[in-house]
Nanobody
């Protein structure tokens, strides 16, 4: 089992920055990859960024060059640095972990709003 708890969301003006964190506990050693997703009401959850155990990253086209996903060396915390935020980045952001058995784990989410 893996437990995920997100933090760091909030309200910022367009052009501002936020850093989201996801605290990972439980069977951390079993995790193959992690990701950030986001969702707005009435829409499907959207993949934002992924990072593999080897550190390879991938981003949605809409956030490339503005967002950076990273993970601490112990694998206990996942981050999402978000710069140059736009109103369309407003969403609830979820942390995801996928383990060796291809099970998915989710946090409860943290709300991000970019608005003036």
């Amino acid at each position: 089992q893996v437990q995920l708890v997100e933090s760091g969301g909030g309200l910022v003006q367009p052009g501002g920055s936020l850093r989201l964190s996801c605290a990972v506990s439980g069977s951390v050693f079993s995790i193959n990859s992690m990701a950030w997703y986001r969702q707005t009401p009435g829409k499907q959850r959207e993949l934002v960024a992924t990072i593999t155990g080897g550190g390879r990253t991938n981003y949605a086209d809409s956030v490339k060059g503005r967002f950076t996903i990273s993970r601490d060396n112990a694998g206990n915390t996942l981050y999402l640095q978000m710069n140059s935020l736009k109103p369309e980045d407003t969403a609830r952001y979820y942390c995801n972990a996928n383990n060796e058995q291809n099970n998915d784990y989710w946090g409860q989410g943290t709300q991000v709003a970019a608005s003036s």
